[in-house]
Structures are given as C-alpha cells and as structure tokens.
C-alpha cells in the first residue's frame, strides 16, 4: 500500500498542469482587429483608395449591401475558423452560416457580370492588385496559423483552410474601394488570390509543422 501511494505521488509531481483553451471568440476579435488595420494601412501605403468610393457606398445600396456581406462573411469565418481549432466549439449550422455568407458575397460579383452593382469603370485601377490581394492576405494567416497551433484543433486541416478563407476576403474586400470596379476584374484579380490563399493554407501549416522541430 505504501508502495502503491509513493508511485501516485511521484505521478502526479511529474503532471504539467494543463492550460486553458484560449477563448476562441476573442482571439478571433483581435486577430481581425490586427488584420485589418495592418492591412488598411498597407494597401494607403501603395497607393491611394478609389476617390469615388466613399460617395459610392452611400449612393449605391447595391455596392453598400456588397460591402456589408463581405464583411459578415469576414467576421463569420474568422469566428469559424479560431471555433474549429477549438474542440467542441463549431457547430455545424454556424459553420454551413459562415461559408453559405463567403459563397453569397462571391455569387453578387458572379451576378454582376449580367446587372453590375456600380458602372464599370477603369477608375482607381492599381497595377499589381492581383499580388497585392495575395500577399497582403499572406501575413494575417501565419498570424492566424500561429494562433490556431496554440490551441487544440481536432481537425487542423479544416481549421487552416477556414483561416486561409478569412485571411483572404480581408483583402478582397478592402480591394472594393481601394482598386476599379469591375465584376470580372473583381473576381479575377481580387477573389481569386484570396480562393488561392485559402488553397494553400493547408500546405503552409505543414510547412510550419515540419519547421518546429528545428525552430525548437
């Protein structure tokens, strides 16, 4: 008997305490805190947001509307994406809510090719938007990556492609105001790399997963 409590003794002075699952609403609120304004300031640093664009969103209710969905979709999946790394904590409703807002916001820009939500026009068009819609994307999903690897996903595929989502509508949306108007450019050039972002969002986790040992 005294064997028997001596071993449950040392047991238990050799347990680590285990921590507590960050809240994952609130590291989604301050991921997207960061995000945006990092980006915000990125994209005035290139070059200058459309000059009509602020007029637009109070004028336009259509173009107001793609804007509002957008950003819905924006929080929507950055809340699902910290929730999946969170075990217990994405319901399948939310989830079907968050990726069904994402697919609405692209489909009003696929049924803008038929009845656009502002006239067309060249107006605001930046060079590089396309890299710029990547890149700028690139940053906020190692953030969110990093943060996702100090929680406890069950599913870290799912996890990081729903990051990968998030991380580029961020950009995709801004890109609204900040570049031309035009529903295929917006799909081509502003959509498309943020699709691209979410794509390699997987493969970028497992680089990162083959770096920790080394980086440890």
Not at 12 to 19: E, F, K, L, S, T
Request: proline share 6%; with cysteine.
């Amino acid at each position: 008997m005294r064997k028997s409590e001596q071993l449950i003794v040392r047991l238990a002075a050799d347990m680590a305490p285990v921590q507590q699952i960050p809240d994952p609403g609130r590291w989604a609120g301050v991921w997207l805190l960061c995000s945006v304004v990092a980006l915000v300031i990125a994209i005035h640093l290139t070059g200058p947001v459309r000059a009509t664009a602020g007029e637009q969103l109070f004028s336009e209710w259509r173009f107001a509307l793609e804007m509002l969905v957008g950003a819905t979709a924006a929080v929507a999946l950055a809340t699902a994406a910290f929730q999946a790394a969170s075990p217990g904590r994405l319901s399948s409703g939310f989830l079907k809510f968050a990726v069904g807002v994402g697919v609405m916001w692209v489909a009003g820009f696929a049924f803008g090719l038929v009845s656009p939500a502002l006239e067309p026009s060249m107006e605001g068009k930046r060079a590089h938007c396309v890299f710029e819609s990547f890149f700028l994307g690139l940053l906020p999903l190692v953030a969110a990556l990093t943060l996702q690897r100090k929680m406890y996903a069950l599913n870290p595929v799912m996890a990081a492609l729903l990051a990968g989502l998030a991380a580029g509508i961020l950009p995709a949306l801004y890109m609204q105001v900040a570049c031309m108007y035009e529903p295929m450019h917006v799909l081509k050039f502003h959509v498309a790399p943020g699709l691209l972002l979410a794509v390699c969002a997987p493969l970028l986790l497992m680089a990162m997963e083959r770096l920790r040992p080394s980086a440890g």
